[in-house]
């Protein structure tokens, strides 16, 4: 054990050493700086949608849902006590991911899936997860494409308004609120404010990736010109760009193995898509240092690097050998020496987790009232479905560890369908 440990304190691998303080404070002074513009801060973007309007009850909305391989439509609406019922709810493929299409075709495709649900209601709540640019009407200019879309025609354009276009060809002209997916997040526990009063609201995923977004005073929002000083609105904050966390030499070789090396070195800490792979790199190191016997050495750096469900299956029960893991000559010491060196790597994603969502809770400057706390809509599978160390136990006892001696009350929410019911919140609200 004396080994593990110094072996990841020479490569600079920190958990109990990490300073919450002093990374709120870091965190805190990236989203200030953000808010007034700076380049090189948390991008903090504006979704130009508020929480103080009434969720209006017994209404029903039309929602489109693009953010992955594929395209979900649904009517919703909210009763009296601001429970969602989703109904007319279809799914299909995402445009684009069976071949190129043209801008043109890319819109009638979504028109086209969209337009009998729009035609029963009165606005659509669009809940859009690419990259894009949002701007005060709540339409968004698409910046790039993830996630293998084929549709290059549609970089640069307005997705809100040229899918109206659309719908009005197809007599069910329509307003359209354009939100991402983290705000759709937020969104989704409004609705669930209806009932329970809550004073401000975060809404957080930790999925494949991560992102934050919590509601800021528009006076704090000093890079947009022209807003009412007395409302607030809804931040993207982009966290999983943070770049203030301490990094450990493993950080810096895995980040090296990625597409993006540079950049959202937060994410790679704590996120789904990278977690595996960096206890996978803990893994090889650790076999060219000799803690491991060496017949499961050579196979260690023959294997290639997990997934985190492989990695985070293996650190809850070392003796089910998960996918690659299958593959090795484990001894007792050998599985010891693997649990001992992967399980921090949970440790510490579970402590800066705790940290982001902290950092957006204080920057809300709610809370204070225990009759009205607020309200985190906790999102994401890696979040809710990593086994290892009880993850999201071990989030919530960092978080309390936090937030209660600052005497913030909060309580933690779990929306089902959350880009949905937030997209529908956005569309009946805007």
């Known amino acids: 054990m004396q080994r593990v440990k110094q072996f990841l ?7 109990a050493g990490i300073d919450p303080a002093a990374l709120l404070r870091q965190f805190d002074d990236a ?9 090189d801060a948390l991008p903090m973007i504006p979704a130009y949608l508020t929480i103080t309007r009434p969720v209006p009850i ?17 009517t919703v609406w ?31 495709a979504l028109a086209e899936f969209l337009a009998p649900l729009a035609a029963k209601t009165s606005a659509v709540g669009f809940c859009f997860s690419y990259p894009a640019a949002i701007t005060p009407d709540c339409d968004a200019q698409l910046l790039r494409w993830t996630k293998q879309i084929k549709a290059p025609a549609v970089v640069g354009t307005m997705v809100g308004s ?12 329509r307003p359209i609120a354009v939100l991402n997916d983290t705000v759709a997040t937020l969104l989704a526990g409004k609705s669930a404010g209806v009932a329970r009063h809550y004073a401000s609201y975060v809404g957080f995923i930790l999925g494949t990736g991560t992102n934050t977004a919590y ?19 809804a931040i993207n904050i982009e966290s999983g760009s943070f770049a203030q966390a301490p990094v450990s030499r493993f950080d810096k070789l895995f980040d090296a193995t990625t597409a993006d090396c540079g950049s959202y070195s937060f994410e790679k800490m704590i996120a789904g898509a990278y977690l595996g792979g960096l206890g996978g790199i803990i893994l090889h190191e650790a076999a060219r240092a000799g803690l491991f016997t060496p017949a499961t050495a050579q196979a260690l750096l023959a294997m290639p690097l997990p997934s985190n469900q492989e990695l985070a299956a293996f650190c809850h029960n070392p003796f089910l050998s998960p996918g690659h893991f299958a593959t090795l000559p484990l001894t007792e010491a050998d599985r010891r020496t693997a649990l001992e060196l992967c399980t921090p790597v949970y440790e510490r994603a579970a402590r800066l987790t705790a940290i982001n969502i902290a950092a957006a809770v204080i920057r809300t400057g709610t809370g204070a009232d225990p009759l009205h706390p607020v309200a985190i809509n906790m999102d994401g599978s890696t979040y809710h479905r990593t086994k290892a160390i009880a993850f999201a136990a071990r ?22 369908e959350s880009p949905i019911i937030g997209a529908a919140v956005a569309g009946l609200t805007r």
């Open 9 to 15: 304190a020479d490569n600079d691998f920190q958990v």
């Open 31 to 39: 989203m200030t700086r953000g808010l007034a513009g700076a380049a």
């Open 58 to 74: 017994n209404t029903r909305v039309a929602v489109l849902d693009a953010g992955g391989t594929n395209l979900r439509v649904a």
């Open 78 to 108: 909210f009763d009296a006590h601001g429970k969602p019922h989703m109904e007319n709810f279809a799914r299909s493929p995402m445009p684009g991911t069976q071949g190129e299409l043209s801008a043109g075709e890319f819109y009638e």
């Open 162 to 173: 040229s899918l109206r276009q659309q719908l009005a060809r197809r007599g069910c002209d």
């Open 215 to 233: 509601v800021e005073r528009n006076d704090h929002i000093r890079k947009c010109q022209g807003l009412n000083p007395a409302e607030s609105m």
């Open 395 to 416: 989030v919530q006892g960092h978080l309390r560890d936090i937030l209660a001696p600052r005497g913030i009350h909060y309580e933690l929410l779990a929306v089902e």
